[in-house]
């Protein structure tokens, strides 16, 4: 069977994607290690492999969606949304975490295509390279709006990292559970070389009305 590299094209919507949804595979590569900030080829290989594998194995939309599941879980602070749905949380998007997700991608490409398809060694390496962590923060609110503006740092201990850059909020999407009305999200990037990767740590996210919410991150149990 053939092994065929993605078109740099469809690498960038891959990018894309993975950046919405957020996933992570548990692939047997977690360890009480901090963030990942600098990875070598073997590892990013690895962290490939970790995420291709039980999409591999998936036979059906059930175990799909176990995987999806599961995966969103180990890179996300705060609320658990299965027990506490309007809780205030975030996912971390570190460098394993984004090629565990591109490995998912090579699994599903190569089920479609019928043929082993590979991510390119150039998006391999723009991974290992990037400079910023993204995370995705989701909490509640009274009314569609409520996110507007928020602004959100890093604090560990008595240090205060700003980000380098905040995404616009959605507007926000009814909430099914109980407590507020809206649930939205909004993205946020940290430079790796502000914060400390193994430190416990806080994301505290100010609102417009004045709220606060505190997203407590212990580092030292994410990769």
Not at 107 to 119: C, F, I, L, N, Y
Not at 207 to 217: N, V
């Amino acid at each position: 069977m053939s092994v065929r590299n993605l078109t740099s094209a469809a690498w960038i919507g891959g990018l894309a994607t993975g950046v919405v949804v957020g996933l992570l595979t548990v692939g047997g590569l977690q360890s009480v290690w901090a963030i990942d900030v600098k990875l070598s080829q073997e590892e990013a290989q690895k962290a490939l492999e970790a995420g291709r594998a039980p999409m591999e194995k998936a036979s059906s939309p059930e175990e799909i969606k176990r995987i999806l599941q599961h995966a969103s879980m180990v890179t996300r602070a705060g609320a658990d949304p299965e027990k506490d749905s309007c809780g205030a949380s975030a996912i971390l998007r570190t460098k394993r975490y984004r090629l565990e997700a591109f490995g998912r991608q090579e699994a599903a490409e190569s089920k479609k295509r019928k043929t082993d398809v590979r991510m390119p060694d150039e998006f391999i390496k723009k991974v290992m390279d990037m400079p910023n962590m993204e995370i995705e923060v989701q909490l509640c609110g009274d009314d569609e709006y409520f996110a507007e503006g928020a602004l959100i740092e890093l604090q560990q201990g008595s240090k205060k990292i700003k980000p380098v850059d905040i995404g616009k909020a959605e507007r926000g999407r009814k909430n099914e559970g109980s407590g507020p009305a809206f649930r939205s999200r909004f993205t946020a990037l940290f430079a790796y070389e502000k914060f400390d990767a193994n430190a416990a740590s806080v994301f505290v996210v100010n609102l417009q009305d004045g709220k606060e919410a505190r997203i407590p991150a212990d580092f030292s149990k994410i990769k």
